[in-house]
Nanobody, 121 residues
Framework: RVQLVESGGGSEQAGGSLRLSCETS?????VGWFRQPPGKGREGVAQ????????AYADSVKGRFTISRDNAKNMVYLQMNSLKPEDSATYYC?????????????????WGQGTQVTVSS
């Protein structure tokens, strides 16, 4: 069973950037980033294949966020640029195996504890 630990959250002004990191305990999983704004459901943000060759993004973050991974370090990153107040949420990384998942929380069985991102206007 894989374990995941997020880091890198914090507060930033609109238009700024943050980079989130997700340390995984082992290799061989698809990894996705999800977020949950206060009082709302959890939504997919981005996901990346085991090798890093394939990625997918939610429409709301395309062109602003970039997911990447360094398998030598068992790390997955989410670079977030041009931040908006509506990006404020708790961000989670999650892992899955098998076929390429939909960018949906129900497709990911393993989760980190989350890291808070707050974007002020």
């Amino acid at each position: 069973r894989v374990q995941l630990v997020e880091s890198g959250g914090g507060s930033e002004q609109a238009g700024g950037s943050l980079r989130l990191s997700c340390e995984t305990s082992t290799y061989g999983y698809f990894v996705g980033w999800f977020r949950q704004p206060p009082g709302k459901g959890r939504e997919g943000v981005a996901q990346i294949s085991v090798t890093g060759a394939t990625t997918a993004y939610a429409d709301s973050v395309k062109g602003r966020f970039t997911i990447s991974r360094d398998n030598a370090k068992n790390m997955v990153y989410l670079q977030m640029n041009s931040l908006k107040p509506e990006d404020s949420a708790t961000y989670y990384c999650a892992a899955a195996t098998g076929t390429w998942p939909n960018l949906s929380p129900s497709d990911y069985p393993y989760w980190g504890q989350g890291t808070q991102v707050t974007v002020s206007s």
